[in-house]
């Protein structure tokens, strides 16, 4: 059975730093582009950033110098770094893992940006 399960979220001030983390099992991790998507309420979900089995990473240009996507293959994990956060990065993180025709879901990880 496939799970994909999100942590790290939480409530910080602007400026602040976050790490969250996505964690997977039951498939072949090192083989899986994993993206890292957002939404804000009553926003369409978004793609935040990327990373592929490789390591090549791609970002929205809203996160670009602030965010950091790695992965570690060894704890089939992915992290996005979030630096310099604001207010409009307050959403529901989604991690999703996909290879050719098949993705996965986590159930999202609430990131609230408040003072």
């Known amino acids: 059975q496939v799970q994909v399960v999100e942590s790290g979220g939480g409530l910080v001030q602007p400026g602040g730093s976050l790490r969250l983390s996505c964690a997977a099992s039951?498939?072949?991790?090192?083989?899986?582009?994993i993206d890292w998507y957002r939404q804000a309420p009553g926003k369409q979900r978004e793609l935040v950033a990327g990373?592929?089995?490789?390591?090549?990473?791609n970002y929205a240009d809203s996160v670009k110098g602030r965010f950091t996507i790695s992965r570690d293959n060894a704890k089939n994990t992915v992290y996005l770094q979030m630096n310099n956060l604001k207010p409009e990065d307050t959403a529901v993180y989604y991690c999703n893992a996909r290879w050719r025709s098949f993705e996965y879901w986590g159930q999202g990880t609430q990131v609230t940006v408040s003072s």
């Open positions: 990373i592929t089995g490789g390591g090549i990473t």
């Open positions: 039951g498939i072949i991790f090192s083989i899986h582009t």
